[in-house]
T-cell receptor, first 112, second 111 residues
Framework: GAVVSQHPSRVICKSGTSVKIECRSLDFQATTMFWYRQFPKKSLMLMATSNEGSKATYEQGVEKDKFLINHASLTLSTLTVTSAHPEDSSFYIC????????FGQGTRLTVV | DAKTTQPPSMDCAEGRAANLPCNHSTISGNEYVYWYRQIHSQGPQYIIHGLKNNETNEMASLIITEDRKSSTLILPHATLRDTAVYYCIVLLTGGGNKLTFGTGTQLKVEL
């Protein structure tokens, strides 16, 4: 079946640094991918829609300059958390549609 | 997209059927019902979806009421590995659109 792969699965970074998370559709092409964030014991919150070859669409309240999204190919979208702070620590998950929405395994970001 | 309502938690004995309800009273005629589950610290996993007819696959069955205002996900023989948060999502076109997650149902399968 279709697979969406995220990398890295875990990352620890220092405050003020930037972190890039990759999301790949392994056996299908995805013109659109979605990025979610999940805090402990909470549901997934959609952050943005990543569009291949064009600008991402951000949900209300999500800072586009802080969460940079690039969708340069039909199989790869990246989310860069810029100038990370401890409050950005969260579980980040991407998804892409094939026959249904497939999700990556998630990236646990810890900012210290 | 229509809003869904699910009980926050349910318990089920291993080997028994787990029946997870979902209300979606404002669903429109071309909106699908999707079910996903999320095991702790993993990405959500697709389970099943349907429009108006009941559906069954190797994981579960989906029963949608005739008026489509509610549905039930059935795991016929729950195992400990089915312990997860189950999300019922109503989606307009059935594909390609963003999924909006509610709070879901935490299913705990116990011995």
């Amino acid at each position: 079946g279709a697979v969406v792969s995220q990398h890295p699965s875990r990352v620890i970074c220092k405050s003020g640094t930037s972190v890039k998370i990759e999301c790949r559709s392994l056996d299908f092409q995805a013109t659109t991918m979605f990025w979610y964030r999940q805090f402990p014991k909470k549901s997934l919150m959609l952050m943005a829609t990543s569009n291949e070859g064009s600008k991402a669409t951000y949900e209300q309240g999500v800072e586009k300059d802080k969460f940079l999204i690039n969708h340069a190919s039909l199989t790869l979208s990246t989310l860069t958390v810029t100038s990370a702070h401890p409050e950005d620590s969260s579980f980040y998950i991407c998804s892409a549609w094939n026959t249904e929405a497939f999700f990556g395994q998630g990236t646990r970001l810890t900012v210290v | 997209d229509a809003k869904t309502t699910q009980p926050p938690s349910m318990d089920c004995a291993e080997g028994r059927a787990a029946n997870l309800p979902c209300n979606h009273s404002t669903i429109s005629g071309n909106e699908y019902v999707y079910w996903y589950r999320q095991i702790h610290s993993q990405g959500p996993q697709y389970i099943i979806h349907g429009l108006k007819n009941n559906e069954t696959n190797e994981m579960a069955s989906l029963i949608i009421t005739e008026d489509r205002k509610s549905s039930t996900l059935i795991l016929p023989h729950a195992t400990l590995r089915d312990t997860a948060v189950y999300y019922c999502i109503v989606l307009l076109t059935g594909g390609g659109n963003k999924l909006t997650f509610g709070t879901g149902t935490q299913l705990k399968v116990e011995l």
